[in-house]
C-alpha cells in the first residue's frame, strides 16, 4: 500500500514536469526555433566588423546574438530577412532586447568591404553589425554556425551567391544554441526567445 501510494504521488509530480515541457517543444515549434540538446563551441576566426577592427568570435560572449550569413547587393532575402528581425526586435520587451545583436555575416567578401556593410546595415536604424573577412574564416564560421554559404566562383559583373536564409542563435558564452529556420515566425519568435533567454539567464 505504501509503494503503491508513492508511486501515485511520484507520478503526479512528474505530469505537471512533463507538461511543461509539451508546452516549452510546442512553443518552440510554433516559433520555427530549433534548440539543440547541447551547446556547440564555434571555431576560433577573425573577421573584420562594420568599422574596420578585428572581431574575433570569443568577442561573442556577454551577449545573446542571432547571425545570420548574407551579402548586401542580396534582392530578396537578405532585405527581407534584416526587416523582419528589425520588426522583431521591436516587439520584444526591452529586458530581453537589450540582450540581443544582430549581426550580418558577408558570404559575398569580394563586394561587403567594411564601409559598404556599413552604409547598407545604416539603412535600417537598428544597431545591426556586420563582419567581413577572407573566405576561409567566413566558410570555417559558417560550418561552425550551421548556415552554409557557396562563394561566388566569379566575382565580376551583378552576380548572385548563395546562402541560408536560417539565423543561428549564439548564447552569451559564445557557443550555438539554436537556429531561427525560415520562414521566420515572428509573433512565435516574440514569446519564444523571452522564454528562452529568461531560462538561461535564470540557470
Request: net charge negative; with cysteine.
Amino acid at each position: 500500500m505504501r509503494k503503491a501510494l508513492i508511486l501515485t504521488l511520484s507520478c503526479a509530480l512528474c505530469l505537471p514536469l512533463a507538461a511543461q515541457g509539451l508546452d516549452r517543444q510546442a512553443l518552440l515549434d510554433e516559433a520555427n526555433l530549433l534548440v539543440l540538446p547541447r551547446e556547440r563551441a564555434l571555431p576560433e576566426v577573425t573577421l573584420t566588423n562594420q568599422d574596420d577592427q578585428p572581431f574575433s568570435t570569443s568577442e561573442l560572449r556577454g551577449r545573446w546574438s542571432l547571425l545570420f550569413f548574407g551579402f548586401t547587393h542580396c534582392p530578396d532575402i537578405c532585405p527581407t530577412t534584416l526587416a523582419d528581425v528589425r520588426r522583431l526586435l521591436s516587439q520584444l520587451e526591452p529586458d530581453v532586447r537589450d540582450q540581443l545583436q544582430v549581426i550580418l555575416v558577408s558570404a559575398d567578401p569580394a563586394r561587403d568591404t567594411p564601409a559598404q556593410l556599413k552604409q547598407y546595415l545604416g539603412f535600417y536604424r537598428a544597431g545591426f553589425l556586420g563582419l567581413t573577412g577572407e573566405v576561409d574564416q567566413l566558410q570555417t564560421l559558417s560550418r561552425g554556425l550551421g548556415l552554409p554559404f557557396v562563394p561566388a566562383s566569379d566575382t565580376q559583373g551583378n552576380y548572385s551567391v548563395s546562402h541560408s536564409g536560417n539565423l543561428a542563435l549564439v548564447g552569451p558564452d559564445a557557443t550555438l544554441r539554436g537556429h531561427l529556420r525560415a520562414p521566420l515566425n515572428l509573433e512565435g519568435l516574440q514569446q519564444a526567445l523571452a522564454e528562452l533567454i529568461r531560462a538561461r539567464d535564470g540557470e
